[in-house]
């Protein structure tokens, strides 16, 4: 379906808009890549975001008038391994104007997990990958591109500083979620995440497995129960009135946030994490 609305975008021609010509045109298949050129683009580029807020990035599928403005688009960026088949399927008809962050330094999946954005310094090669395009299109400003792609690198290495010394000293390093969104995270920062469901968040977990996790946290002492924003917390709640745990929420950064940016609701998830995990 994508390829033959692009094909039909193709034929019915249009230009940008005049009043964007002079900035790069830039699509990205979803929130953690549209916040990246954003802060990389800055006022020297136009950047439209394919998932729509509260929307779930797996299940995207394009109108009609987001593939016009991918061909109108000058480069479209967005993450591979059948994370987001509609754009996948788009992309694999744009030729060089399609840019898959995956294989990128510190960009590849483990498993099926493609949660990659939730690691600050995972992001850090996302931010090189675009960086490097932006500078390549826009050759007059790519100092600019340079100096910003530097700040960011800056602002996501004290990210992770901060996760490191509030993490680095937690009562408990389980991670029970209500599923396996947080891997990336858990893994750079010493916790074992325990999900619920797996990697895909609308599948139903079996009684079987809801029995398991009710008896990790008993046994492990477990205080909190996670479960994410745009997601049910039903089955979060479910083991915790079973067991006595709290629940709080962690956002997974699929979409865009209600409020303020990625670097806020990842430090909203720090709070969540530090309180829930007992750090200290």
């Known amino acids: 379906m994508a390829l033959a609305l692009l094909g039909a975008a193709a034929c019915s021609g249009g230009e940008p808009p005049a009043a964007s010509s002079?900035?790069?045109?830039?699509?990205?298949?979803?929130?953690?890549?549209?916040?990246?050129?954003?802060?990389?683009?800055?006022?020297?580029a136009d950047v439209i975001d394919l998932t729509p807020q509260g929307a779930e990035p797996h299940d995207v599928e394009l109108t009609s008038d987001q593939v016009v403005a991918v061909t109108q688009a000058d480069v479209m960026f967005y993450l591979g391994g059948g994370f987001q088949p509609a754009?996948?399927?788009?992309?694999?008809?744009?030729?060089?104007?399609?840019?898959?962050?995956?294989?990128?330094?510190?960009?590849?999946?483990?498993?099926?997990?493609?949660h990659v954005w939730l690691d600050p310094l995972r992001m850090l090669g996302i931010v090189e990958v675009v960086a490097g395009r932006l500078a390549a299109l826009d050759q007059g400003r790519a100092a600019a591109y340079k100096t910003k792609a530097a700040s960011l690198t800056r602002e996501l290495e004290a990210l992770d500083a901060d996760f490191r010394a509030v993490l680095g000293h937690c009562e408990q390093r389980e991670l029970v979620t209500s599923h396996e969104a947080f891997g990336y995270l858990?893994?750079?920062?010493?916790?074992?995440?325990?999900?619920?469901?797996?990697?895909?968040?609308?599948?139903?977990?079996?009684?079987?497995?809801?029995?398991?996790?009710?008896?990790?946290?008993?046994e492990h002492d477990v205080a909190t129960v996670f479960f994410e924003r745009l997601?049910?917390?039903?089955?979060a709640q479910t083991i915790a009135e079973e067991t006595g745990a709290a629940t709080a929420v962690l956002d997974p950064l699929?979409?865009?946030?209600?409020?303020?940016?990625?670097?806020?609701?990842?430090?909203?998830?720090?709070?969540?994490?530090?309180?829930?995990?007992?750090c200290r």
Do not use: K
């Open 87 to 114: 754009v996948e399927e788009l992309a694999s008809g744009m030729g060089e104007g399609a840019v898959d962050v995956l294989g990128s330094e510190g960009v590849e999946f483990v498993g099926e997990d493609p």
């Open 186 to 218: 858990a893994e750079s920062y010493g916790l074992v995440q325990v999900g619920i469901a797996g990697i895909d968040s609308a599948a139903e977990p079996s009684p079987q497995r809801l029995a398991e996790v009710a008896r990790f946290v008993d």
């Open 254 to 278: 699929e979409s865009r946030p209600q409020a303020g940016d990625y670097t806020a609701a990842m430090r909203l998830n720090l709070v969540a994490l530090e309180e829930g995990l007992g």
């Open 22 to 44: 002079s900035r790069v045109q830039v699509a990205a298949a979803f929130y953690p890549l549209a916040w990246v050129a954003e802060r990389v683009g800055g006022g020297n």
């Open 231 to 235: 997601l049910s917390p039903r089955i």
